[in-house]
């Protein structure tokens, strides 16, 4: 597997949709049972709060490993004060039924690797 592509994959056709479209997801399922979600988190437009980045939160139910392959973020993750900053060839893990806060500025195109 090579770490542009993931090869023999089955994908669900239907996308997962997040915050009125500010994030969208497929998974892929894995011959090994292992599963993984690619997407991507659009920034704002022009929001009304006059901030240039666009923050959403996501719960998890299992661990994850979230890989940032293009584009630049900041994480906090449920009990952490500060954000922290991503970016492509980076990733961060969140605990199982946790939760963590995504600010994107830019296009930002993720790998979620569930991990439990």
């Given amino acids: 597997m090579s770490a542009s592509q993931f090869n023999q ?3 669900i056709k239907k996308s997962s949709v997040y915050f009125d479209g500010q994030c969208v997801s497929h998974t892929l ?3 090994d049972g292992k ?6 988190i659009l920034p704002a437009t022009a929001l009304a709060s006059g901030e240039s980045y666009v923050e959403l939160k996501f719960e998890t139910h299992t661990s994850e490993r979230m890989e940032i392959t293009s584009g630049e973020c900041s994480v906090r993750v449920a009990g952490e004060n500060e ?4 970016r492509a060839g ?3 893990m969140i605990g199982g039924n946790s939760s963590f806060v995504i600010r994107a ?5 993720y790998v979620c690797h569930f991990e439990g």
């Fill in 9 to 11: 994959v089955s994908v």
């Fill in 90 to 92: 980076q990733s961060f």
């Fill in 29 to 31: 399922l894995f011959e």
């Fill in 83 to 86: 954000f922290v900053d991503y």
């Fill in 35 to 40: 599963r993984k979600t690619l997407g991507v």
């Fill in 105 to 109: 500025s830019d296009v930002v195109d």
